[in-house]
């Protein structure tokens, strides 16, 4: 058999495979719809985002693979479909920090897929207030970057707001100069968001050290501010240089080659156990010789590990502060109940913040 009649066969079973998928991502769509169908007559006011069950068909999705795709590729793919169908039942509109083409909104899209429709915000607590007032189903924010610590606007909202943590996102974060002009040397100023710039900081020192450095709302407003700014530059992802028509100046200049973001999806909505989660939460104590251990002592006592601590001031008075922490299992896992009923015990203050399951993507 020739080459040409071997490629020919290949071909024709792959035309054979692609109908059989389409035909398959039909009915699990079919499917969907009559779950819509019993959800609205049973609650016209369900909730048909499900962040729980969404983490266990992607899970189960990486787990049975067997190549030749990897299994990011993979759940990156069953998201996408589940995005569709999801968007039979419901558009969800998901509230960002804008304009177009930020990093958050590279977040959203990535944890919810492309069917959903992404409205931009100018600022963290604009987020919040849209989903609190349901404008909005749910908002995803930036909370911590692995080079440059906490995003402190987010965490400042939790302390009022009554929004849940509904799941998490971590995104890869290169970042990329570009401006209209066409040249390095042509760089007189550089825009970007201020974590941004301190992630950029060692490279902008070296190539870009007499250029007067502007800190603005978001990456994108940067890449739209030096549209038209001849000798401007902005710090941003490659997709702000496709949407404001800009030239790439240079490419993947962090400093740190891992630098990632780890994002919140914040809704009105609690959420059920997935078998593998994390729970949220901020404390306080009295401003007293070990308060904080005793703070910490249940966690301990009950073998519950904590993956994350952060101090912020209260704005209840000078040198009050509150705890943001992380820890594993949700809180309705039997231990994590056990650790919380004897934290609300000797705290001043304890709010869960939220219960969800950890980033699958």
Not at 6 to 34: P, T
Not at 125 to 138: G, L
Request: proline share 4%.
């Amino acid at each position: 058999m020739s080459a040409a009649d071997q490629l020919a066969r290949i071909r024709e079973r792959i035309d054979r495979l692609d109908e059989e998928i389409q035909d398959r991502i039909n009915a699990r769509a079919a499917a969907a719809q009559e779950i819509a169908t019993i959800k609205l007559e049973q609650e016209p006011n369900t909730h048909f985002y499900r962040p729980e069950r969404e983490a266990e068909v992607l899970r189960r999705v990486k787990e049975r693979n067997r190549g030749p795709l990897d299994d990011e590729a993979v759940a990156r793919l069953f998201r996408e479909i589940m995005s569709a169908c999801l968007a039979l039942e419901q558009v969800i509109r998901v509230a960002f920090l804008g304009p177009e083409g930020t990093f958050t909104q590279a977040a959203a899209l990535k944890h919810f897929g492309a069917s959903v429709e992404t409205v931009p915000f100018s600022s963290i607590p604009d987020v919040f207030r849209e989903v609190e007032a349901a404008s909005c189903h749910y908002g995803v924010v930036p909370v911590e970057n692995s080079t440059e610590g906490v995003i402190s606007h987010t965490l400042d909202m939790f302390l009022s707001s009554p929004l849940h943590i509904c799941g998490e996102v971590t995104l890869r974060i290169s970042h990329h100069l570009m401006g209209s002009c066409q040249a390095l040397d042509e760089v007189r100023t550089v825009y970007s968001h201020q974590q941004s710039l301190a992630q950029c900081r060692g490279w902008l020192d070296r190539h870009l050290r007499h250029a007067e450095k502007i800190a603005v709302g978001s990456n994108a407003e940067a890449a739209r501010l030096v549209q038209a700014l001849p000798h401007a530059a902005a710090i941003a992802g490659e997709t702000a240089a496709q949407i404001y028509g800009l030239h790439l100046l240079a490419s993947k200049i962090e400093d740190e080659p891992g630098n990632t973001t780890r994002f919140l999806v914040v809704g009105n909505q609690e959420t059920p156990p997935s078998g593998d989660d994390k729970t949220s939460l901020l404390f306080s104590t009295k401003n007293e010789a070990g308060g904080l251990y005793r703070l910490l002592t249940p966690l301990a006592q009950h073998a519950i590990s904590m993956t994350r601590i952060e101090s912020r001031p209260s704005r209840r008075g000078m040198w009050d502060y509150v705890f943001f922490v992380d820890i594993e299992g949700h809180k309705s896992d039997p231990a994590v109940a056990s650790a919380l009923a004897d934290l609300h015990r000797v705290a001043a203050m304890c709010k869960i913040l939220g219960a969800y399951p950890k980033a699958v993507l």
